[in-house]
């Protein structure tokens, strides 16, 4: 769905209109306070190279969150701030690879039924022109890509990324997701690889397990077994380095007609590890926990 922001605010303008008591408003305060008490130190070479993160990201109840949005913020905080991000998410699937707007593109507000202050969020982000032509450099000269002048953000990207980066002062684009076979997702992030050598982020964003048709909305609390059982199965083989069981994911995951009736939020992953140095060398995992009995793991390989 989009939707009509507010023409002419800017990202801190139109945040400052959200309800004091919101938790989103509270984020910001902590993300202010640690900022003054600690400067987030950009990337430089010197630091090797950015790693790339899996992040399970959510609508617009991420944002009420408190615990989730923390956990975000701080393991953004704990990296040097990149150089740019390049981002994969669930909600932008392509026959042939398109990048975001190089211009000034409003978001996209690709979700129905909430408060009217979600569609009037905002998240104007840097140029991003010198991030496009990196994009396009490591890509075979085969490879087409297209530049979709109309589209922003959707909210795979700028939720997950408004939380983690809440000054909107790192340049942003969104690469489509062109197929959810792992095996060519995986070959994607092996090319998106060398951009971690110049500072550049890069980012899956889906969920670890997203089955909503079956949650138990009467009882949110409860993981259900598909998706307990998803998860442990995700979580093991993540923690071997198992590619090879991970992009089988089909016929070995418990659960998964359940836990994943349709593959999109599953597959960014793929595109993570193929960006990994060594993507059989494990993942660490700064986020593990439930949302409506969905699992909220979000993991970082080197």
Same mark, same amino acid.
């Given at each position: 769905?989009?939707?009509?922001?507010?023409?002419?605010?800017?990202?801190?303008?139109?945040?400052?209109?959200?309800?004091?008591?919101?938790?989103?408003?509270? @984020?910001?305060? $902590?993300?202010?306070?640690?900022?003054?008490?600690?400067?987030?130190?950009?990337?430089?070479?010197?630091?090797?190279?950015?790693?790339?993160?899996?992040?399970? $990201?959510?609508?617009?109840?991420?944002?009420?969150?408190?615990?989730?949005? +923390?956990?975000?913020?701080?393991?953004? @905080?704990?990296?040097?701030?990149?150089?740019?991000?390049?981002?994969?998410?669930?909600?932008?699937?392509?026959?042939?690879?398109?990048?975001?707007?190089?211009?000034?593109?409003?978001?996209?507000?690709?979700?129905?039924?909430?408060?009217? @202050?979600?569609?009037?969020?905002?998240?104007?982000? *840097?140029?991003?022109?010198?991030?496009?032509?990196?994009?396009?450099?490591?890509?075979?000269?085969?490879?087409?890509?297209?530049?979709?002048?109309?589209?922003?953000?959707? @909210?795979? %990207?700028?939720?997950?990324?408004?939380?983690?980066?809440?000054?909107?002062?790192?340049?942003?684009?969104?690469?489509?997701?062109?197929?959810?076979?792992?095996?060519?997702?995986?070959?994607?992030? +092996?090319?998106?690889?060398?951009?971690?050598?110049?500072?550049?982020?890069?980012?899956?964003?889906?969920?670890?397990?997203?089955?909503?048709?079956?949650?138990?909305?009467?009882?949110?609390?409860?993981?259900?077994?598909?998706?307990?059982?998803?998860?442990?199965?995700?979580?093991?083989?993540?923690?071997?380095?198992?590619?090879?069981?991970?992009?089988?994911?089909?016929?070995? %995951?418990?659960?998964? *007609?359940?836990?994943?009736?349709?593959?999109?939020?599953?597959?960014?992953?793929?595109?993570?590890?193929?960006?990994?140095?060594?993507?059989?060398?494990?993942?660490?995992?700064?986020?593990?926990?439930?949302?409506?009995?969905?699992?909220?793991?979000?993991?970082?390989?080197?």
């Amino acid at each position: 769905m989009l939707s009509h922001p507010l023409p002419g605010t800017t990202t801190a303008a139109a945040d400052a209109t959200l309800p004091a008591g919101h938790p989103f408003a509270a @984020h910001l305060r $902590h993300a202010a306070a640690r900022a003054a008490a600690e400067e987030h130190r950009t990337w430089t070479p010197d630091d090797g190279a950015m790693p790339a993160l899996f992040v399970s $990201h959510g609508a617009p109840p991420t944002f009420e969150d408190a615990a989730w949005m +923390r956990r975000l913020h701080d393991w953004a @905080h704990d990296l040097p701030r990149p150089r740019a991000v390049l981002i994969v998410s669930a909600h932008w699937e392509s026959d042939e690879l398109g990048l975001t707007s190089t211009a000034p593109t409003e978001l996209v507000y690709d979700f129905g039924g909430f408060a009217d @202050h979600y569609y009037r969020m905002r998240y104007d982000t *840097p140029d991003n022109r010198a991030l496009a032509q990196q994009v396009v450099s490591v890509l075979p000269d085969t490879q087409r890509v297209f530049e979709h002048r109309g589209r922003g953000l959707d @909210h795979g %990207a700028w939720v997950p990324l408004k939380i983690m980066y809440p000054e909107a002062d790192v340049p942003v684009l969104q690469l489509s997701m062109p197929t959810h076979d792992p095996a060519a997702l995986f070959a994607l992030g +092996r090319r998106l690889r060398r951009l971690k050598e110049e500072g550049v982020l890069v980012v899956g964003s889906g969920f670890m397990t997203h089955g909503l048709p079956y949650v138990d909305w009467r009882r949110p609390d409860v993981v259900p077994g598909w998706s307990a059982d998803f998860d442990a199965w995700a979580a093991d083989a993540l923690a071997r380095g198992d590619v090879e069981e991970l992009q089988d994911f089909a016929h070995r %995951a418990p659960g998964l *007609p359940y836990a994943h009736p349709t593959v999109e939020h599953f597959a960014p992953l793929f595109v993570t590890l193929g960006a990994a140095a060594d993507p059989t060398a494990g993942v660490s995992t700064p986020v593990s926990d439930w949302m409506v009995g969905l699992s909220t793991r979000s993991v970082q390989v080197a």
